[in-house]
């Protein structure tokens, strides 16, 4: 149980706070949005930007939580997916290409920022930001970070955990730390989380039946959070147990 007013958040594998100096290849949409903001874009009253913490105040937040180690974008690690057996048979040839393609993508990118390491715009981190709780004492805050992160053009997933993680209180959760588990099927980097998390999904859907009202009773107990459940699945209108 979470101490009143204090922010949690969750670091795992499937439900990240992750630093951007130092990504793997599935996190390459943070390590482009990283420097793709302004702290000063046209026409912006820079006293609007009082209400975060300074370039530095932030980097010393930040790092002070083990989330970043530096202000440049420079240890981008290349995510090599697995080319497809027999290569040109069964189907797999176009695949393989597509593969193959993203391979030296990722090598390239890899190089790029080795070579030429990019400045951080502002110290930001990166997170799934699908699930957010925040404690109402400290609602005004996180709106006024996010409202000037807004002006900025920060990219969402960046905004809301940075501002999450710059908010005075906020302890970082790993996953090893507490008995539940996480679940997230976005990417299948991993074929055997992605089948086991896919699978306990479509268990959950088939137990509720088409019906919301049940899902806090079929929801696995051993899980943090499943990772998409649609809503679409569900009914369009409340069976009897929801009215």
């Not at 980097?59 to 420079?74: A, C, T, V």
């Not at 027999?86 to 790029?112: D, E, Q, S, T, W």
């Not at 997230?184 to 998390?197: A, D, E, G, Q, T």
């Not at 509720?208 to 959070?225: M, N």
């Amino acid at each position: 149980m979470s101490k009143p007013g204090r922010v949690h958040v969750s670091h795992s594998s499937g439900s990240s706070t992750t630093s951007v100096s130092s990504l793997r290849g599935e996190y390459s949409r943070p390590l482009d949005e990283a420097d793709n903001f302004s702290c000063t874009p046209p026409g912006l009253d820079q006293s609007a930007n009082r209400w975060v913490p300074s370039y530095d105040e932030a980097f010393d937040i930040l790092r002070s939580k083990g989330l970043i180690d530096s202000r440049r974008l420079r240890k981008y690690k290349p995510f090599y997916p697995l080319f497809l057996r027999p290569l040109l048979g069964g189907g797999h040839a176009y695949k393989n290409y597509k593969i193959f393609k993203a391979r030296v993508y990722h090598f390239l990118k890899m190089l790029r920022y080795r070579i030429k390491p990019t400045t951080f715009a502002y110290p930001c981190v990166f997170g799934y930001s699908d699930l957010v709780l925040i404690p109402k004492e400290k609602l005004d805050l996180f709106c006024r970070y996010l409202e000037t992160f807004a002006t900025w053009g920060m990219f969402v997933e960046m905004a809301i955990p940075t501002a999450m993680m710059l908010m005075p209180d906020t302890e970082v959760c790993h996953a090893y730390k507490h008995p539940y588990k996480t679940g997230n099927v976005w990417y299948p980097f991993n074929p055997k989380h992605y089948r086991l998390i896919s699978t306990t999904i479509d268990e959950l859907l088939r137990a509720c039946d088409g019906d919301i009202a049940r899902l806090p009773e079929e929801f696995p107990r051993e899980y943090l959070y499943l990772h998409p459940v649609k809503l679409s699945r569900f009914n369009a209108k409340p069976t009897d147990s929801a009215r």
